[in-house]
């Protein structure tokens, strides 16, 4: 399907079934960033996001699920990533995550919810699709309403690997930033579009034991839509284009997202 038929898929798609719902405004459903809203009670969210990089030629796919545990105020989730990497040029399953995330500040215009995250060694440190060890990571995600129609993200985190391996097996210590902020415009309850900016720097373990520090730097525009049903089962599919800038500039590639959220 080309471009603007999928975008005009969506936007149908958010005036139809939804339209004959009651709106439930889209939350909880950016796209490289995580918004600062947990889940409500009695409510389970699916994710799955697809990103494909036109340059490198690699691809990563996650599913993540959401529960409240058992309100609001606290929020267990786990994310299974499978990945196609190049060097060396292998495809399976990554380190699959397992989050922790509390609402700190939950305001009609403020929301802020931290995360801690273990990081489990699944994926093979052989082929290069894994860290061999279990890391940890802590973001935190805030969110800011500054109108009906207008709402920001920001979010700043860290990730550390004690003993990470590379492919050969040579170990060291890994230490990980990241930042990011959006702009999410709705155009209606039921249609957004959002501009993401994210950054990321790494550290890769080296045949000798050395690390070697990587950055990327994307810029995402999108649009999501929402399809609500009387069941209180909400579907947000969407779509964005991330460019690479920076240390990223020349990459480029395509994201889709498609999210199931609804009682339980």
């Given at each position: 399907?080309?471009?603007?038929?999928?975008?005009?898929?969506?936007?149908?798609?958010a005036g139809g079934e939804a339209a004959a719902q009651s709106a439930k405004r889209i939350q909880d459903n950016s796209f490289l960033l995580e918004e600062a809203y947990n889940q409500e009670p009695g409510v389970v969210q699916h994710i799955?996001?697809?990103?494909?990089?036109?340059?490198?030629?690699?691809?990563?796919?996650?599913?993540t699920q959401e529960w409240p545990a058992p309100g609001r105020t606290h929020q267990l989730?786990?994310?299974?990533?499978?990945?196609?990497v190049s060097d060396p040029d292998a495809t399976g399953l990554a380190d699959v995550q397992l989050h922790y995330r509390y609402q700190l500040v939950d305001r009609p215009a403020l929301a802020v919810?931290?995360?801690?995250?273990?990081?489990?060694?699944?994926?093979?440190?052989?082929?290069?699709?894994?860290?061999?060890?279990?890391?940890?990571?802590?973001n935190l995600p805030v969110s800011v309403s500054l109108s009906e129609r207008w709402a920001v993200h920001y979010n700043g985190g860290l990730t550390f690997v004690p003993s990470s391996r590379e492919?050969?097996?040579?170990?060291?210590?890994?230490?990980?930033?990241?930042?990011g902020g959006s702009a999410v415009f709705?155009?209606?309850?039921?249609?957004?579009?959002?501009?993401?900016?994210a950054w990321t720097t790494a550290q890769a373990v080296q045949p000798d034991g050395t690390v070697e520090r990587t950055e990327a730097l994307f810029i995402n525009p999108g649009l999501r839509a929402?399809?609500?049903?009387?069941?209180?089962?909400?579907?947000?599919?969407?779509?964005?284009?991330?460019?690479?800038?920076?240390?990223?500039?020349?990459?480029?590639?395509?994201?889709?997202?498609?999210?199931?959220?609804?009682?339980?």
């Open positions: 399907m080309k471009v603007p038929a999928l975008l005009t898929a969506l936007a149908v798609l799955q996001n697809f990103q494909y990089q036109s340059r490198s030629k690699t691809w990563a796919y996650n599913f989730s786990y994310s299974i990533p499978v990945s196609r919810a931290p995360r801690l995250s273990a990081l489990l060694p699944t994926g093979d440190d052989k082929r290069g699709l894994g860290n061999g060890t279990v890391g940890g990571q802590f492919p050969g097996g040579a170990q060291a210590d890994t230490l990980g930033f990241n930042q709705s155009i209606g309850p039921n249609l957004d579009l959002l501009c993401e900016t929402a399809i609500n049903f009387k069941s209180g089962l909400q579907i947000v599919p969407g779509i964005a284009f991330p460019i690479g800038a920076g240390p990223s500039r020349r990459e480029g590639g395509v994201f889709a997202y498609l999210s199931c959220e609804h009682p339980f």
